[in-house]
């Protein structure tokens, strides 16, 4: 079914316009709202504190989520952890290897539909937390194995049109991911997003990003917008209703 | 008397096959004894003679041959008169019908006098009756003919130990093609043919098969077997024509051969969902003797061969993506869903061509396919700034045509969605508060367990357990949700199913179902069931509630069959005309209790509703149903609909069928002289082959023979049989060597 275009649009710019929802309330609940819970690991201290309220804020403000703006933190080994679908967990450092309650509530985790987004704050220049972390995703997943996601993955397209994963750092043109069935349960960058979404109180940017400057940090939060759109839709844009539209504004782009 | 009976243990061809290979040793070990020089003349004629022995021991040991001898006692008996009482009956070989020649038949038995005889008739079922009755007339109405199952029945069954014979009057049509073999007991059967005098000129339908379930718009089969039975001539082209009520739908030309069959393969394509009616028919010639057999009819009901589900959702949550992925990932569901993934009160930051944002074609959606679609389902989606006000109407005229409609909660739902007021809110089971009250009236937050409503707890959305004590353990065992959408009351004819518990043992609708015209209609309020999938799962390692739910919902929603209270089935799809169409099922209320150890009413209705018969009967301590009514007379589609007393109109259930003129019984009416002929040998009866023939019924043999014992002698079973072979084989090896051999 190819939607006509002169028809009543929710989404497009065309239709800012038009509105006066009577929208008596913001959420059922706080609990409802989709947080980015941090993940805790003991002797890992997490590099950019402010990185996931200000992804929650990003998020919040360009789309139609509606996000907790202090998100908590909890251990892996903690049942709190099936509370919300979406865990992030950020380092620049080598971690001891988990305790086994800890792989196995990562394993659970995932396998009964939740999302994990890992971020190496070194963007790529020391191995130490790389290293653990594929020594983590392997206990975890043995069967699977962190690959490359593809250029048209719904990761780059699930809000903004994106080209490649960029994060304070440019980094390499690929992230990784762990598929669970027909889904990506865990994705994996060494761009350091975190760096380059964090901001202090005063709302000051925290790291410079290059080489690409800012336009370059737009296109980061860009990217963490789509994943946290990813964790919440999955293949959604790969519909067969949203493919004409992809593809022709895909082929306007440089 | 002794019966004596010579048999082979191993069976005739293995017997055949060994004798052969063994006299080909001896043969061979002659010649080879001829050729060879330097022994005796005497020796070889030892061997030979040693070999021939031991072949023929190892024949004898291989093959077990024995010898049975019966001690048989003749007793006279009584005699038992049963006559085919099927519609191949009314088929006219001649002048007159077979029931017609049945019936002069057993009038004139009951002239003569026949005191001491039984009477039977026999179809589908054996019924007792008398010659007089039977002389009266054979009316020729079962739908069956099971022959060999109404013998054995008289013959081993309740009061047939003083049985001597049975005469048996039919026309030899069995229905049964997998008919078991024929065990009397010793009872004789003699059979007096009807109809084999005359050859029968009949065009035919043979056979027709059809899937009971189509999809539709997609393309069906009906397999057609066309029989021509004519006077002269030699192979025919036969046009077979398919309908839907008045219309053609397909024609195609078979090439029959002169007396033979031949088969056709005719497509179609089912153009509306629900039960369809279609016939075949072949021309009648003007000399043909069963016109009844030249029309077949079929019910098919045409379903979709998915689920098509749309889903709109106001905002992406954990809710939506959980349920999302589950209807994705069922095969049985075709899933278009429309997520809002940006308001104008949001700020991307980005130019058009930067975003992978599509308009929402609400036109199309719900102008152009809205009926296409089983189940619509709003998940915290609010119409208002979409300017949609204006299909709401459609909505609502969609689910009272018989769609499905489900609202699942959050923010943007029910009451604080706007919807209050508005044509979707008509067709809601429940009322909802106004967008402008307050915050408290519109949700509640907080986290709590659902509770099922113990009326309702064997309903299919929460009966997680066959039993209602293991599924309230179940619900408490899952995690809790959070948050809920509030209600102003219900509307009647509301289910509440779950609810949120509240203080004072108030208790709040949570899941909360109804109808609204044809349509059902579900409100969920929460937007939390996502914990059911990934919170319960990942702490107990069980995850099937969340799926349960949602697979039971939409299915329940889309009327799927599997999930009614009621279920009835009738004994065949495809009834001849009176036939008798027998009910069986389980009844259970709306809520889904059983109706047990009741009086149910079992009503027959033609389509346009008519009631034909009805019965009442008493259900089972579990709801279970059975019930017979006397089927329609005439051709067409009709339905059992089973109703509480006084509650008529208001069916608990139902099922179609259809009535042929033909069916099953006429689509072959041949006789079967032959068949009855070697029934009767081989009962040690006797056979007569035209009714006019049949002597008076003292003329048949009504000993019984019985068997008192059996002497079995078996000389070859013995170890001592093998050791003498063992030994001669051992002897001639011997000698061999002993004589220069190999």
């Known amino acids: ?254 | 008397m002794l019966a004596a009976r010579f048999e082979l243990g191993a069976g005739w061809v293995w017997a055949t096959l060994l004798g052969l290979a063994l006299v080909g040793a001896v043969v061979l070990t002659a010649r080879e004894l001829r050729q060879a020089s330097g022994i005796a003349r005497e020796r070889r004629l030892a061997l030979l003679a040693l070999r021939s022995v031991t072949a023929l021991l190892t024949f004898l040991v291989a093959t077990q041959p024995r010898w049975l001898e019966r001690r048989v006692e003749e007793i006279e008996g009584r005699l038992a008169v049963l006559v085919d009482d099927s519609r191949s009956l009314r088929v006219a070989d001649g002048e007159r019908s077979r029931a017609d020649a049945a019936r002069a038949l057993v009038e004139r038995w009951q002239e003569r006098g026949t005191p001491g005889v039984a009477a039977f008739r026999f179809g589908s079922e054996l019924r007792a009756a008398s010659l007089g009755e039977i002389a009266a007339g054979v009316p020729a109405r079962d739908d069956e003919t099971r022959i060999v199952h109404a013998l054995r029945e008289l013959a081993t069954g309740e009061g047939s130990e003083d049985l001597g014979a049975i005469v048996l009057v039919t026309d030899g049509a069995e229905s049964d093609r997998a008919a078991p073999v024929l065990e009397t007991a010793g009872v004789k059967v003699h059979a007096v043919a009807l109809g084999g005098d005359v050859p029968l000129v009949d065009d035919a339908i043979a056979e027709l098969e059809a899937d009971p379930v189509a999809f539709l718009r997609q393309e069906a089969e009906v397999r057609v077997v066309v029989r021509a039975l004519r006077a002269t001539g030699g192979a025919a082209q036969i046009p077979v024509t398919l309908w839907e009520g008045e219309q053609v739908v397909r024609e195609a030309l078979v090439d029959v051969p002169a007396g033979g069959e031949a088969e056709v393969t005719i497509p179609f394509s089912p153009r509306r969902l629900g039960r369809a009616v279609y016939r075949v028919t072949i021309p009648v010639p003007s000399d043909d003797a069963v016109p009844a057999n030249n029309e077949r009819a079929f019910l098919v009901r045409v379903t979709r061969d998915k689920l098509r589900v749309l889903l709109v959702a106001g905002r992406p949550s954990w809710d939506v993506r959980f349920l999302r992925a589950f209807l994705k990932r069922d095969p049985g569901t075709d899933l278009i869903s429309f997520f809002i993934l940006r308001t104008t009160s949001d700020l991307t930051l980005a130019a058009p061509d930067e975003l992978a944002l599509i308009p929402f074609p609400t036109d199309e959606l719900f102008r152009e396919h809205l009926g296409s679609f089983d189940v619509l389902l709003f998940q915290n989606f609010d119409y208002g700034p979409y300017q949609m006000a204006a299909y709401l109407p459609r909505i609502r005229e969609y689910v009272e045509r018989g769609g499905a409609f489900a609202m699942i909660g959050g923010e943007r739902s029910f009451g604080s969605g706007g919807y209050a007021g508005t044509p979707v809110a008509d067709v809601l089971p429940v009322s909802l508060p106004r967008a402008e009250a307050s915050e408290a009236t519109l949700v509640r937050e907080g986290s709590f367990r659902p509770v099922v409503e113990p009326e309702l707890v064997r309903h299919p959305l929460v009966a997680l357990r066959r039993e209602p004590a293991a599924s309230f353990a179940a619900w408490a065992r899952l995690a809790p949700l959070e948050g809920t959408n509030r209600f102003e009351g219900l509307r009647e004819g509301a289910r509440v199913l779950l609810a949120r518990p509240g203080r004072r043992g108030k208790r709040e609708p949570l899941l909360v179902t109804g109808r609204f015209g044809e349509g059902r209609v579900l409100c969920f309020a929460t937007d939390t069931s996502w914990r059911w999938g990934l919170t319960t799962g990942g702490l107990q390692g069980d995850a099937s509630a969340f799926e349960r739910f949602w697979d039971r919902a939409v299915r329940w929603l889309a009327r799927d069959p599997a999930l009614e209270p009621t279920r009835l089935t009738t004994d065949r799809e495809r009834y001849g005309p009176e036939g008798r169409v027998r009910v069986v099922g389980t009844v259970a209320d709306a809520r889904y209790r059983p109706i047990a150890g009741e009086a149910v009413r079992v009503r027959l209705l033609d389509a346009t509703g008519t009631e034909l018969g009805a019965r009442t009967v008493q259900t089972d301590r579990e709801g279970g149903l059975e019930a017979a009514l006397e089927g329609p007379a005439e051709p067409g589609a009709y339905r059992v609909v089973v109703e509480r007393p006084g509650e008529e109109g208001d069916a608990l259930g139902e099922e179609g069928f259809v009535v042929e003129l033909g069916g099953d019984e006429l689509a072959d009416p041949r006789p079967r002289p032959e068949r009855l002929r070697a029934l009767a040998e081989g009962t040690g009866g006797r056979f007569v082959a035209r009714a006019e023939d049949a002597p008076s019924l003292d003329a048949f043999d009504a000993t019984r023979s019985r068997v008192q014992g059996v002497r079995e002698r078996a000389p070859f079973a013995s170890p001592f049989a093998v050791g003498w072979l063992v030994a001669l084989l051992i002897v001639e090896w011997a000698l061999r060597r002993r004589w220069g051999r190999r």
């Not at chain 1, 006066?20 to 609940?29: H, M, S, Y």
């Not at chain 1, 400057?213 to 946290?228: F, H, K, M, P, S």
């Open chain 1, 1 to 254: 079914m190819a939607p006509r275009l002169p028809v009543v649009i929710a989404l497009s710019l065309a239709s800012a316009a038009v509105f006066g929802a009577p929208v008596g309330v913001l959420a059922l609940g706080e609990g409802t709202r989709v947080e980015v819970r941090g993940i805790v690991i003991d002797g890992l201290p997490e590099p950019r504190p402010s990185a996931r309220r200000r992804l929650a804020w990003e998020v919040r403000k360009r789309t139609s989520i509606e996000t907790r703006l202090r998100p908590g933190r909890a251990r892996l080994d903690d049942p709190s952890i099936f509370e919300t679908p979406l865990l992030y967990l950020a380092g620049d450092r080598a971690f001891e290897p988990l305790s086994e309650a800890e792989v196995v509530g990562l394993r659970r985790f995932v396998e009964f539909g939740g999302f994990v987004l890992v971020d190496d704050a070194s963007g790529g220049s020391a191995e130490g937390f790389d290293a653990s972390v594929r020594r983590l995703v392997g206990r975890a997943f043995p069967d699977e194995r962190l690959a490359p996601l593809p250029r048209d993955h719904t990761v780059f397209r699930s809000f903004f049109l994106l080209e490649r994963p960029v994060g304070r750092v440019r980094g390499g043109r690929d992230v990784e991911g762990v598929l669970r069935g027909n889904r990506v349960g865990l994705v994996y960058s060494r761009h350091d997003l975190g760096g380059a979404w964090a901001r202090d109180n005063l709302g000051t940017w925290q790291h410079t990003v290059t080489p690409g400057g800012e336009r370059q940090r737009e296109l980061a939060i860009r990217l963490g917008v789509n994943l946290v759109m990813y964790a919440l839709c999955l293949d959604y844009k790969d519909d067969q209703v949203h493919a004409p539209f992809i593809m022709r504004r895909r082929a306007g782009t440089p």
